[in-house]
Antibody, heavy 121, light 107 residues
Framework: QVQLVQSGSELKKPGASVKVSCKAS????????INWVRQAPGQGLEWMGW????????TYAQGFTGRFVFSLDTSASTAYLQISSLKAEDTAVYYC??????????????WGQGTLVTVSS | EIVLTQSPPTLSLSPGERATLSCRAS??????LAWYQQKRGQAPRLLIY???NRATGIPARFSGSGSGTDFTLTISSLEPEDFAVYYC?????????FGQGTKLEIK
């Protein structure tokens, strides 16, 4: 079945970097882009942007430019989210999500299980 | 950016009752609206897309309606597993945005 499996929780100090992985299985990786969504503790969902798995072109939502980088390893069917110069307010669960279908690219399903990134000194 | 406002923030109902959740957009999103369910500690799950289409495997007790700026998610008869947080999301304009959520809790 279609599945996205993310890397485990991370505890980082302010100013450090983190790289979250999202490994896809059960479908052709380059058929669908990968979206990233942030959920701060006790808060709602925030779309961060997406990466085109065909050409590697990333699109970032406002507020996620500069320190946030989407990347791919298509040979491993894996997408990555890297966050640099971490701040306390980056503490959140980060989800990757695939479009529901080729005709419904703005709807997300399935989702990865989420990766908790905690930034604390 | 399109702002989605969900109401009520919290809805307290009993199993077997009917739930009606609302989502209002700050400008028209046509029918480009979806609903997700998120249980504690889990990733969201797509329930409804394009305002009224149930996603694969979603029970018939879930239905969506609306267009333009006003949308409704209805759960016809609540099951114990339906108590969760529900989010609406639009894909009419970038950036895609989500509502702040409605928590459906057991009364």
């Amino acid at each position: 079945q279609v599945q996205l499996v993310q890397s485990g929780s991370e505890l980082k100090k302010p100013g450090a970097s983190v790289k979250v992985s999202c490994k896809a299985s059960g479908y052709s990786f380059t058929t669908y882009g990968i979206n990233w969504v942030r959920q701060a503790p006790g808060q709602g969902l925030e779309w961060m942007g997406w990466i085109n798995t065909n050409n590697g072109n990333p699109t970032y939502a406002q507020g996620f430019t500069g320190r946030f980088v989407f990347s791919l390893d298509t040979s491993a069917s894996t997408a990555y989210l890297q966050i640099s110069s971490l701040k306390a307010e980056d503490t959140a669960v980060y989800y990757c999500a695939r479009p529901y279908s080729s005709a419904s690219r703005g709807w997300f399903d399935p989702w990865g299980q989420g990766t908790l990134v905690t930034v604390s000194s | 950016e399109i702002v989605l406002t969900q109401s009520p923030p919290t809805l307290s109902l009993s199993p077997g009752e009917r739930a009606t959740l609302s989502c209002r957009a700050s400008q028209s999103v046509s029918s480009y609206l979806a609903w997700y369910q998120q249980k504690r500690g889990q990733a969201p799950r797509l329930l409804i897309y394009d305002a009224s289409n149930r996603a694969t495997g979603i029970p018939a007790r879930f239905s969506g309606s609306g267009s333009g700026t006003d949308f409704t998610l209805t759960i016809s008869s609540l099951e114990p597993e339906d108590f969760a947080v529900y989010y609406c999301q639009q894909r009419s304009n970038w950036p895609y945005t989500f509502g702040q959520g409605t928590k459906l809790e057991i009364k």
